[in-house]
């Protein structure tokens, strides 16, 4: 009898079922069309087809679309919102702005919840927590009355300043539940006691339309493997980086939100470490995006400012991710003032590239990869031809207005697509006061390893980790997670104000509160581990910092100091003379999980026996068109050593290594590259 | 997308990819001072989105503005850039700061301060990094520096022409204090004016970094490359449109010495082959309260009324070279020193920008803009006296408002004013915490949309109850409770603006749209809406599902569906949204309407203003029905302001019914 963990990546084309076999150190991939109409069959299907027997699973996790898909459609459960007399707009008027801040016909997306299902009723609280009005309990029994006549399904209940006092809201609930038993109800102060009642509100509203669908469909999928002979926990990938299981996703359905994203950032994440490096940064190129990450000292950086549509945050921490449109579908173009630009818009799957020859006739990032040589006329190990007549008539676009070879232009193509994605590495790293050049990039994705090394030299960032299987690393990410949750609170007092048993005392609350959850999801106690962190800002400033803190607290001296210090870094300025305020305090409780080893090879067989060929590449760096080595990525052996120019193609994925670049295939049989001028530089 | 780009692409000095990755970096690099000021400031009103970021050339010229800079400071960035050159001169040198708020030499009002810091490659000035804050205040002698009794600037706040803050990098605290010491709470201004600072340094070394990538040579040519590329583009743009004249007029409610009068403010609007031409003779003389306009906020509001029909071309002063501006002197678009300006913002600078819209809106029907809401401040300034707090407190408040009806669909609701969209308004949570008023609502206003085929957006309410204060005092700083917010192309007027004390009791008091000083006691209570959107196209015309739906969610009440669309809906079930379309009556009704509305629009105005204060009519039936315009402080009708009013209604709107 076999041992195997098994991920499941449902993206919106295909389902990725990931099998590592605990025993043998293998890993397998089974890619499946997705199912969106009802995602479990296909998560069900990629397993049966994968031949894993269900009693040999031991452990089960998975990313999942069904909570963004909702959001997006507006296929949402009948929610009423219930506010304090006087906010049922809240959620409408939000905080009045919009994105698009110049085109008066793009419009914010319209509320989860529309004006007709928003109600209020009598109540009050004031800042400080007093109970100004008690619940209208009269009022609020009529209103029952009313919601159960529209045939309510999940209520949000959502009171002012009650997240110093949710009193109101707990009545409220109790009301609701004792007429209506079978009504998923969440409370602001239960969801996310912390201040701002937009925010709040926004996030409340989020997990009580999600609530019901996602618990049904993680309850259906569970069904459905424990009855096929998996009798473990179904776990699930949320926005913060951890797993939940279905005990706790009523509680918390908002961070599934977006499941999948925090994926590819924890994967690579973890390959950086077993590479050796504490700072790394992810970069995952798709079709028609990317995904950039970035872990420092070991952590992932985390966001609070995070949603599906703008305007309707989300305020559970999350694993901070900046999206662009730059993909291998990305389309070039010459806008109405003569500049060459690259993205946003996309061929996407269809029609695609010119050179897939699905109809598409625009220049596309991938069709000048192919005119330039980077790309083979052969992807999937042959499964797939690319016609490199048509990607030469597409780049000829760019090419004839600038007087440009193919080449060149193709080149140019390639240039602008790389410096847009350098301007979005320099906003997560530079931007934040990180020094790209202590960090190590990983790139993954089905297109990453073709801009990956070039984007390196550029932001002078001294390695590059192409991991074994790049097209499907998000997926490996989501068995490398442990449960976790985030508590966290407003809590505002001045440093010097603050009293050290009161802080320590709403601490051990907020853990309490985090041990039950996990005791609740089956984490035994020694594999819980609780970490605390403080929120600080100088007094009159409005954002915070968000600073660990030891456990016990011993003294704020040392969490003060850190402040003053995160501030220079982040901001290249600090004042140790200002006055410093707590704004908020979290907890987050990690219930850990065995992490598989992932498997290391002794080296094996010879360099040679690797070569497909030779091919001309085009470098610029070299004047033109270059003879590169052609490897064959599955016949490298651990421990080998070339470099470029050179391109190694395998079956998901193409790397290039760039005239001047080393390649070094280490013993989890990651390509890490190094530009060997470095020193001089 | 790239055919017929030949020609233009050619004229670059530069090779396309070194041409859009500096065009790329610019924009990175003025974002990235946006950001950081964003996270470091002191000031509520920056931190709610108030602020803007630039990179000038050496000659002051912008070459890139942030891309989610507000509106209002759009077209002004190189106009400070250029006064600090001008009093300088030779004399500026490397780790120089300077700072400015004067909108005699270019900025818009003494809140907004910008911070400039010239940026030296080789001991050779080439550029100028500029971000710009409104400062929570600048002092004067109401908190927040909004005066509106003032009528020079001296009452207003400190103008601060370009000075000196750093010299060849050492900080200048007495010339600091000194600024600071005439500021409420001037810690928290130091830090404003540090994180500022601070801003302009990261996009100094953002630009070093570039120079010293791609040569000083390069860096100082795509300077010029992206302004000529900016008005290559908008110059292909107007080619492709007609030439023509436009001309139409907005008003500032009065002029508080004259009494009944709207006050003018002229646009004609030339195309000439590749070029605009805004012509804004014709508008009043500056007037005797701060809602008059300097040169900049002015050049400001003409930059940002185009810019919206060009949303995707960027801001820089390519953009100024394609777009000519002519501002009469001594107007209340061009204001001189020392008349009183700031509140321009409530003021001209959101006429010109709806009449502006107003008259691309015949250019591009398809993206026509019917007026929206106007921008309004709520001020109550005093001292907390809730136990544990013992300070002057500011409770300093603007609201999100109703936008115009569109071409194809109905005008935003709720969304913040065309001032600057990206201009968030405040938690009423955070505002609780730092003040004694308690917020009793905050909330859509029913029927408060302009009626048009495509209606406007809805407008807000907010208001409160003062608890433990003393010494309180409340101001106002908004605009068209006359002018009231309109219609195009055959829609309707939303609501008037306006404050009320007490709202909905005996003591209930109109206080108006421009107020100062109004004594508060704990236990007062205000309220205010924040107007609709003007609707677009002939309401009779409206679909009644989308009024029924309307209905159902209570942005329309059944009334007014009947008044201002004809369309008859009966209640059946109202907690099961159920109701019902009367398809005959509605039929009936606006036929009804159909043959009376003219007539009702020129009804006697003592007739109208009878029938208001009798009750048989209210405030909606007199601005829609009867076009008349009401001081609502007294009930009296205003016999001027109404037939400029109803003018204006003729052309809007009775022109385009059928």
Request: with cysteine.
């Amino acid at each position: 009898m076999g041992k195997y963990r098994v991920a499941v990546d449902v993206g919106g084309t295909f389902t990725d079922v990931f099998v590592f076999d605990e025993e043998q150190g293998e890993i397998t991939v089974t890619k499946v069309s997705s199912t969106p109409d009802n995602p479990a069959r296909g998560i069900l299907e990629g397993v049966k087809n994968s031949a894993v027997p269900l009693q040999d699973i031991t452990l089960f996790s998975h990313g999942t679309t069904v909570g963004t898909n909702a959001l997006i459609t507006r296929r949402l459960p009948k929610t009423a919102f219930i506010a304090s007399k006087g906010f049922r707009d809240v959620p409408e008027i939000r905080r009045g702005t919009k994105l698009e801040l110049w085109d008066a016909y793009e419009d914010v997306a319209p509320p989860y919840i529309r004006r007709r299902d928003r109600f209020e009723v009598l109540e009050r609280v004031d800042y400080n927590g007093k109970l100004l009005t008690p619940l209208d309990e009269e009022e609020a029994r009529d209103l029952v009355r009313i919601l159960k006549r529209r045939g309510v399904e999940s209520v949000a209940i959502c009171f002012m300043n009650a997240y110093v006092n949710g009193q109101n809201e707990q009545r409220m609930k109790e009301i609701i539940q004792e007429e209506m038993p079978d009504v998923y109800v969440c409370t602001s102060s239960d969801t996310l006691p912390e201040i701002f009642e937009h925010e709040r509100f926004s996030t409340t509203i989020a997990n009580a339309v999600l609530g019901p669908i996602v618990s049904k469909y993680i309850q259906e999928l569970s069904a459905s493997l424990h009855a096929d002979g998996y009798n473990g926990d179904v776990l699930v990938l949320h926005s913060g980086g951890g797993v939940m299981t279905s005990e706790t996703v009523p509680r918390y359905a908002a961070r599934l939100a977006s499941s999948g994203i925090a994926a590819g950032a924890i994967a690579s994440a973890h390959i950086a470490k077993l590479c050796g490096f504490q700072n790394a940064i992810g970069l995952d190129m798709g079709g028609t995006s990317t995904d950039i990450s970035l872990m420092y000292n070991g952590e992932l950086r985390v966001t609070k400012d995070w949603y599906i549509e703008y305007g309707y945050p989300i305020g559970f921490p999350s694993i901070e991710i900046l999206t662009i449109g730059a993909g291998g579908g990305s389309l070039a173009w010459i806008d109405e003032g003569g500049s060459l630009r690259n993205g946003p818009q996309s061929a996407g799957a269809t029609p695609g590239p010119a050179c897939y020859e699905r109809g598409g006739t625009e220049p596309t990032n991938s069709d000048a990869n192919l005119v330039l040589g980077r790309l083979g006329t052969e992807l999937l190990d042959g499964q797939m031809t690319l016609n490199i007549e048509k990607a030469h008539e597409v780049v000829r676009h760019i090419a004839e207005p600038f007087g440009y070879t193919e080449e060149e232009a193709a080149n140019a193509i390639i240039k602008v697509a790389n410096a847009n994605m350098c301007d979005a590495l320099r906003l997560i790293s530079v931007r934040r006061g990180y020094d790209p050049r202590d960090f190590a990039l990983v790139v993954f994705g089905g297109a990453g390893a073709l801009h990956g090394a070039h984007l390196a030299k550029e932001m002078e960032i001294p390695t590059v980790i192409v991991p074994p299987h790049p097209g499907i690393t998000s997926a490996m990410g989501c068995l490398l997670v442990d449960v976790r949750h985030d508590i966290s609170k407003t809590y505002l007092v001045n440093v010097k104000e603050a009293s050290l048993d009161e802080l320590e005392k709403e601490y051990i609350n907020m853990e309490v509160e985090a041990a039950e959850l996990l005791a609740e999801e089956g984490v035994a106690d020694d594999h819980i581990e609780l970490t605390r962190y403080i929120d600080m800002r100088y007094m009159g400033q409005w954002r915070s910092l968000s600073i660990p803190i030891s456990r016990p607290i011993q003294s704020l001296e040392e969490a003060l100091e850190q402040f003053h210090k995160e501030h220079e870094r982040e901001f290249a300025f600090s004042n140790p003379e200002q006055g410093v305020e707590i704004y908020g305090m979290r907890v987050t409780a990690t219930g850990v999980v065995p992490k598989p080893d992932l498997p290391t090879s002794e080296p094996e067989g010879r360099l040679e026996d690797a070569i497909k060929g030779t091919r001309n590449v085009y470098f610029e760096e070299s004047g033109g068109f270059t003879e590169s080595t052609v490897y064959n990525r599955s016949l490298l052996p651990v421990g080998s050593l070339f470099t470029g120019p050179a391109i190694v193609e395998q079956l998901d994925s193409t790397v290039v290594v760039p005239p001047g670049f080393i390649a070094e295939v280490d013993a989890y049989k990651n390509l890490i590259l190094t530009y060997k001028d470095k020193e001089e530089k | 997308m790239s055919q017929h780009t030949q020609s233009q692409s050619i004229a670059t000095r530069l090779d396309p990819v070194t041409f859009e990755v500096l065009k790329n970096a610019f924009v990175n690099l003025v974002d990235q001072m946006s950001e950081q000021i964003l996270r470091t400031c002191y000031s509520f009103v920056i931190y709610s989105r108030d602020f803007s970021s630039a990179i000038c050339d050496a000659q002051g010229n912008t070459i890139m503005q942030g891309t989610q800079d507000i509106s209002v400071h759009v077209g002004t960035l190189h106009l400070t850039a250029k006064a600090v050159l001008e009093d300088f001169g030779d004399d500026i040198h490397p780790g120089d700061v300077f700072l400015v708020n004067d909108p005699y030499r270019g900025g818009t009002h003494f809140c907004d301060v910008r911070i400039i810091r010239p940026v030296f490659y080789n001991d050779q000035l080439i550029a100028f990094m500029q971000s710009n804050g409104h400062w929570a205040d600048v002092g004067g002698t109401v908190p927040g520096s909004f005066n509106v009794q003032s009528k020079d600037h001296y009452g207003e706040g400190m103008r601060i022409p370009p000075v000196r803050l750093w010299s060849q990098g050492r900080y200048l605290s007495d010339v600091a204090n000194l600024m600071v010491s005439n500021m409420r709470v001037p810690e928290e201004r130091l830090g404003d004016l540090r994180a500022q600072s601070e801003a302009t340094k990261v996009g100094e070394a953002q630009l070093v970094r570039l120079i010293e990538k791609y040569g000083l040579k390069t860096v100082l040519t795509a300077f010029e490359e992206v302004q000529n590329y900016v008005e290559r583009l908008g110059r292909s743009r107007i080619a492709e449109l007609p030439n023509g004249t436009w001309e139409t007029t907005d008003y500032i409610d009065m002029d508080p010495e004259i009494g009944d009068q709207l006050i003018p403010i002229n646009v004609r609007m030339t195309i000439q082959d590749d070029e605009i031409y805004y012509d804004l003779n014709g508008s009043h003389p500056y007037i005797s309260c701060f809602l008059n306009s300097g040169f900049g906020a002015s050049f400001s509001a003409v930059i940002s009324g185009t810019k919206t029909f060009f949303p995707d071309i960027p801001l820089n002063s390519g953009f100024y070279r394609f777009v000519h501006v002519e501002l009469p002197e001594n107007s209340v678009v061009n204001a001189p020193w020392p008349v009183a300006v700031t509140g321009f913002c409530s003021g001209a600078y959101e006429k010109i920008m709806n009449a502006i819209f107003e008259l691309w809106s015949e250019i591009m029907p398809e993206r026509a803009l019917a007026c929206s809401f106007n921008l309004e401040y709520l001020l109550i300034g005093g001292w907390d006296r809730r136990p544990g707090y013992d300070n002057y407190f500011m409770w300093y408040d603007w609201m999100a408002g109703g936008h115009g009806g569109r071409a194809h669909k109905d005008g935003a609701n709720a969304l913040s004013p065309v001032f600057g969209v990206g201009l968030s308004i405040q938690p009423c949570e955070g505002q609780e915490r730092l003040s004694p008023v308690i917020t009793t609502h905050h909330e859509i206003v029913t029927d408060s949309a302009g009626p048009g085929k495509f209606r406007g957006g809805a407008g807000v309410r907010k208001g409160g109850i003062l608890t433990e204060c003393e010494n309180t005092v409340m101001s106002y700083c908004c605009d068209r409770s006359r002018s009231v917010t309109w219609g195009i192309q055959g829609g309707l007027p939303s609501l008037p603006h306006g404050a009320k004390l007490h709202p909905d009791t005996e003591d209930e008091r109109f206080l108006g749209t421009i107020f100062s000083n109004v004594p508060l006691k704990p236990g007062t209570s205000f309220d205010r809406p924040s107007a609709g959107g003007g609707g677009l196209g002939d309401p009779l015309e409206r679909d009644p599902r989308l009024v029924l739906e309307d209905v159902i969610d209570g942005y329309v009440s059944i009334e007014r569906a009947q008044k201002d669309y004809g369309v008859i809906i009966k209640e059946i079930d109202r907690e099961i949204d159920l109701f019902e379309i009367d398809k005959e009556a509605t039929q009936q009704e606006r036929e009804y309407i159909r043959t009376h509305r003219r007539g009702w629009l020129e009804e006697d105005i003592e007739s109208v203003e009878a029938r208001y204060n009798s009750g048989e009519i209210d405030a909606l039936d007199v601005i829609r029905r009867h076009g008349v315009i009401i001081d609502y402080a007294t009930g009296k009708a205003l016999p001027v302001s109404t037939e400029q009013y109803r003018t204006t209604l003729h052309k809007r709107t009775l022109a385009y019914w059928s």
